[in-house]
């Protein structure tokens, strides 16, 4: 294979990291941008194993000049942006979250940030607007690849003493192993592991480095690469404006662009790239791809902070058009001062002064996340000022929802202290995901124990409903199951619906998810049972007590049209309008309710928030709200 510059590699670079900022700017119809991720780890495939292979083939391979290409290309623009993100943080950053951002640091710098972001991958965890670096998740992964891989390949070479046949097989055969690990993961429910660890993720770094492999066939009409590059167009294209990001990522749907990517590489083999005007379209996109190394790295902690410095921690499409155009004029100014002259040998011209700066500066950025967290311990003045505030970012919510028991049962099941009806009672039950849990705390306390028991059915990320064929995951499909058994030899007075509707209506799934709300619904009434469906609940552009507590820093007045998430407005009036009140049902708007003229409470009792994140009740909040809704039940 010819190690000559591909231009076309470039434009492949700027396809990936232009959807990866566009979905991460949050720009319209760019749903599924991130797969730009999966499209970098196939170009490193295919350029990492073509480079050794060729070395080791003419035996010039050396892993002490492997390894200082990849810290001449990794670290300086890397280490750059990791030590100048450090000084916003100070201004803008949580106490918690600057302890939180300092402990990345060092995760970073060893090349181990995927398993510290997979730690904190919970249901409820802090929204990823507010982890600057966690977009360092995949340099680990690609780091990680970087360790196995030469060590791989030149213990194959060795055995197999340069058979053409033998490589392919053997990428071909590791590659369709993690690809199963990967697809088993999530078929365990276990999603988040295939997105952040390595083996899961090596099948994409591996049919890169297949297409690169001497054995592999190689395209020589110019009209078939045409077509092969045209098609793979397509193929990543698809996937970027259709895909929605969720738990169905990576698997199988991270295959369009993984095979997208190797398709328009082994389309481009032995291409000679033209001479072409400065002005041209596709010298513009080549610039991108020349400077998407250090766009990938800039954008995220820009983005973070820009976010940070709003009010209402929402970026208008102006302020992302302005973040944008600095986004691209500090990476090219990292690409030219930083990448550039370290790659070039301009400086640290030596292999050991480039492994000694290295080693230096990673020491230096050690220390410096150390002391940062140390001096994070000792709030400051406003600190100090708003620590209840701050406290809700570790909200216990648990007791509350009545975690492992009747909300995500720890066995999957729930058992007696869940859906026992009571003799003599009035029974009410609460079924849902944790848009509906987070009821249960006010819905008991605005009700007389001695008339009123409340069941509870709860599961996380889970719609109420009997069509467990339309649940995203293996617990949800176990949970629709098991409350039609339930259902069918229990009767509860009453059944409360409430879910995350914002989620399960994304487009183009409204209809289908009325149409399972219709269905259960009649299957309840046609039992007896009386239904109420709680609308979407009141929700908030971002984590509430975060908002607050930045609003606060800067002696900002907190309004609810800057805090409040607008769309729950327009879904609400969509979901009354499709379903109309009958005889046994009768559909609550909570927003009408709670929000007159569209104005929510953001705080009540003497500054509580009325959310813990972004939608999730305090116990106060939850009072509140019931308290609000329980009259429109006729209960009180």
């Given at each position: 294979m010819r190690r000559d510059y591909r231009e076309d590699i470039d434009w492949l670079r700027a396809i990936a990291v232009l959807a990866v900022v566009a979905f991460h700017f949050e720009t319209p119809a760019v749903f599924g941008g991130f797969v730009g991720v999966d499209i970098f780890f196939v170009i490193s495939g295919y350029l990492i194993t073509g480079i050794i292979q060729s070395e080791l083939q003419t035996g010039s391979f050396s892993f002490a000049r492997f390894y200082e290409r990849r810290v001449r290309r990794l670290l300086p623009a890397l280490y750059a942006m990791v030590a100048l993100a450090a000084i916003p943080s100070f201004h803008y950053l949580l106490t918690s979250e600057r302890q939180e951002f300092f402990r990345s640091i060092a995760a970073v710098v060893t090349f181990t940030s995927n398993f510290f972001f997979w730690f904190q991958t919970g249901y409820f965890d802090h929204a990823a607007v507010e982890k600057p670096l966690l977009h360092t998740w995949s340099l680990a992964v690609e780091e990680q690849f970087y360790l196995a891989l030469p060590l791989l390949l030149w213990g194959f070479s060795r055995i197999t003493r340069g058979g053409r046949i033998a490589l392919p097989v053997l990428l071909g055969a590791l590659a369709l192993a993690s690809f199963v690990l990967s697809i088993w993961l999530m078929k365990s429910d276990s999603s988040a592991n295939a997105f952040f660890m390595s083996p899961p993720r090596a099948w994409e770094f591996l049919i890169g480095g297949l297409v690169a492999t001497p054995g592999f066939p190689v395209l020589r009409n110019a009209l078939a690469q045409q077509v092969v590059r045209g098609v793979a167009l397509v193929v990543i294209a698809i996937p970027i404006f259709s895909l929605r990001q969720g738990p169905g990522f990576p698997g199988f749907n991270a295959l369009a662009p993984c095979i997208g990517a190797a398709m328009f590489l082994w389309g481009g083999i032995d291409v000679p790239t033209q001479t072409r005007s400065r002005y041209s379209p596709l010298t513009i996109v080549k610039f991108f791809g020349q400077i998407s190394y250090s766009l990938y790295l800039w954008h995220w902690p820009l983005f973070t902070f820009a976010r940070f410095s709003k009010s209402s921690l929402v970026l208008d499409a102006t302020d992302k058009v302005m973040l944008f155009a600095l986004t691209v004029l500090i990476?090219?100014?990292?690409?030219?001062?930083?990448?550039?002259?370290?790659?070039?040998?301009?400086?640290?011209?030596?292999?050991?002064?480039?492994?000694?700066?290295?080693?230096?500066?990673?020491?230096?950025l050690l220390a410096g996340s150390a002391a940062g967290i140390i001096v994070s311990r000792a709030p400051s003045d406003a600190d100090r000022a708003a620590l209840q505030l701050e406290s809700y970012n570790n909200y216990n919510y648990r007791p509350l929802y009545r975690y492992g028991v009747c909300f995500a049962p720890d066995n999957g099941a729930f058992g007696a202290d869940c859906l026992t009806l009571a003799p003599g009672k009035t029974n009410i039950m609460l079924w849902g995901d944790s848009l509906a849990a987070h009821y249960f705390h006010g819905l008991r306390n605005v009700t007389d124990p001695q008339t009123v028991n409340i069941l509870q059915a709860t599961q996380a990320a889970c719609m109420p409903t009997f069509n467990a064929a339309a649940q995203g995951n293996t617990s949800c499909r176990d949970f629709a199951t098991q409350m039609e058994t339930f259902f069918g030899d229990h009767k509860p007075d009453r059944v409360i619906l409430s879910a995350d509707w914002l989620e399960y209506a994304r487009p183009p799934r409204f209809d289908g998810m009325i149409a399972d709300l219709k269905q259960t619904i009649a299957k309840l009434n046609a039992s007896g049972i009386v239904v109420d469906l709680l609308g979407p609940a009141v929700q908030f552009r971002a984590r509430l007590p975060s908002m607050l507590m930045r609003a606060h820093l800067r002696n900002i007045d907190p309004r609810p049209d800057d805090f409040v998430l607008p769309d729950i407005f327009a879904l609400d009036q969509m979901m009354k309008a499709a379903l109309p009140p009958l005889q046994k049902f009768s559909y609550i708007s909570v927003v009408d309710t709670v929000c007159p003229a569209r104005q929510c409470p953001l705080t009540i009792d003497g500054g509580i928030p009325l959310a813990w994140d972004h939608a999730h009740l305090t116990a106060e909040g939850s009072v509140y709200v019931m308290g609000k809704v329980m009259p429109l039940l006729g209960m009180k």
């Open positions: 990476s090219h100014l990292s690409w030219r001062f930083v990448e550039q002259p370290f790659r070039r040998k301009a400086l640290a011209p030596t292999r050991s002064a480039a492994f000694r700066i290295a080693g230096l500066v990673t020491a230096l």
